[in-house]
T-cell receptor
Framework: RKEVEQDPGPFNVPEGATVAFNCTYS??????FFWYRQDCRKEPKLLMS???SGNEDGRFTAQLNRASQYISLLIRDSKLSDSATYLC???????????FGAGTILRVKS | EAQVTQNPRYLITVTGKKLTVTCSQN?????MSWYRQDPGLGLRQIYY???????DKGDVPEGYKVSRKEKRNFPLILESPSPNQTSLYFC????????????FGPGTRLTVL
């Protein structure tokens, strides 16, 4: 089983739609959680950190469920510019390592 | 401008010919790491370094070497490249612990024939 699993998609949605991605992680020692965005074959960039209480940044909302070991990303009012691959990232407290999910592809169409 | 640079950006080489991919950051970050990205597998960590002269293996270190002689530089060395090392490589850095935001370089696309 992969340490971090994501639905690869692609998610094809119209502009203005709300879309949600989930990510599950297997290591209960996971410490910190993030969503990164990656445009086609470019470098990943931090979208947002995920906090236990949940957090929001404009149209983006991230949630963490430690009991079920998953995190989610909700995008409201999708824009064409949201089209990208979204990477779930988990840090493992022992070993100082980061583990990336394989990513979920989002395509927003007009 | 704060950035992570990698060179070369593209490289085609042949099996067994030693190569080095350089990585440099100008943000005085302690933590640096190398990843490879392959379709369907996502980014996998090759090596990381918590600080100068401190390096450790990630998930896929076989066939790679690194060094951290200076804080700003973290080169990736392939002593004898093989076709299964054909991949997209990213260098990243962050301040202090790796739980902080990772800043990635633009990537190096390597093809080993």
């Amino acid at each position: 089983r992969k340490e971090v699993e994501q639905d690869p998609g692609p998610f094809n949605v119209p502009e203005g739609a709300t879309v949600a991605f989930n990510c599950t992680y297997s290591n209960s020692a996971s410490q910190s959680f993030f969503w990164y965005r990656q445009d086609c074959r470019k470098e990943p960039k931090l979208l947002m950190s995920v906090y236990s209480s949940g957090n929001e940044d404009g149209r983006f909302t991230a949630q963490l469920n430690r009991a079920s070991q998953y995190i989610s990303l909700l995008i409201r009012d999708s824009k064409l510019s949201d089209s990208a691959t979204y990477l779930c990232v988990v840090t493992i407290i022992y070993g100082n390592k980061l583990v990336f999910g394989a990513g979920t592809i989002l395509r927003v169409k007009s | 401008e704060a950035q992570v640079t990698q060179n070369p950006r593209y490289l085609i080489t042949v099996t067994g010919k030693k190569l080095t991919v350089t990585c440099s950051q100008n943000m005085n970050h302690e933590y640096m790491s190398w990843y490879r990205q392959d379709p369907g597998l996502g980014l996998r960590q090759i090596y990381y370094s918590m600080n100068v002269e401190v390096t450790d293996k990630g998930d896929v270190p076989e066939g790679y070497k690194v060094s951290r002689k200076e804080k700003r530089n973290f080169p990736l060395i392939l002593e004898s490249p093989s076709p299964n090392q054909t991949s997209l490589y990213f260098c990243a850095s962050s301040s202090g612990i790796p739980y902080n935001e990772q800043f990635f370089g633009p990537g190096t696309r390597l093809t080993v024939l």
